[in-house]
T-cell receptor, first 118, second 112 residues
């Protein structure tokens, strides 16, 4: 099946710094990727929809200037948490949409990135 | 407004028993209903999914029951095993390529 990777798997940073998280589709082209945020013992909340070559669409309440999303190629989307603060500490998960016919899944999820802001 | 409501929040089942998790939705435009399994520190993995044109789908020990008129769907795990202990999320999507709305999750603990 299709594989989506994320890098890094976990990151610890100081408050005020910026952190970049990469999401890659390894064996298929993903014109659309989604970024989710998950707090401990809670559900996945969609942050934004990332379309290759265009601006991301953010969900209501998500600060686009704080969570910068770039989808520069068909296999890579990045999420940059700018000026991170402790309240940004969370589990960030991406998913990639697979439009190929005959596939079982339509969205493949990455393994997630644990961000801890000190 | 929560698009998909999931219950129970947690569930304890004895090995060999049946685990049942329920979800309800409001938006009749939803036409794709997947169930995901998530282990701690990992991303969700698709278990099984259903579309509104069928009332039941079975894959191995996992079965989805779908009630379109009631706008409800449920996951049944037959012969539950300790390895099934995880958090389960239901989700719903419009035209299956659109964004997913996730339920709040159910933490399943299967006791040996």
């Amino acid at each position: 099946g299709a594989v989506v990777s994320q890098h890094p798997s976990r990151v610890i940073c100081k408050s005020g710094t910026s952190v970049k998280i990469e999401c890659r589709s390894l064996d298929f082209q993903a014109t659309t990727m989604f970024w989710y945020r998950q707090f401990p013992k809670q559900s996945l909340m969609l942050m934004a929809t990332s379309n290759e070559g265009s601006k991301a669409t953010y969900e209501q309440g998500v600060e686009k200037d704080k969570f910068l999303i770039n989808h520069a190629s068909l296999t890579l989307s990045t999420l940059t948490v700018t000026s991170a603060h402790p309240e940004d500490s969370s589990f960030y998960i991406c998913s990639a949409r697979d439009f190929r016919g005959g596939v079982k899944e339509t969205q493949y999820f990455g393994p997630g990135t644990r961000l801890l802001v000190l | 407004q929560q698009q998909v409501k999931q219950s129970p929040q947690s569930l304890i089942v004895q090995k060999g028993g049946i685990s049942i998790i329920n979800c309800a939705y409001e938006n009749t435009a939803f036409d794709y209903f997947p169930w995901y399994q998530q282990f701690p520190g990992k991303g969700p993995a698709l278990l099984i999914a259903i579309r509104p044109d069928v009332s039941e789908k079975k894959e191995g020990r996992f079965t989805i029951s779908f009630n379109k008129s009631a706008k409800q769907f449920s996951l049944h795990i037959m012969d539950s095993q300790p390895g099934d202990s995880a958090t389960y999320f239901c989700a719903a999507s419009r035209d299956n390529f659109n964004k997913f709305y996730f339920g709040s999750g159910t933490k399943l603990n299967v006791k040996p």
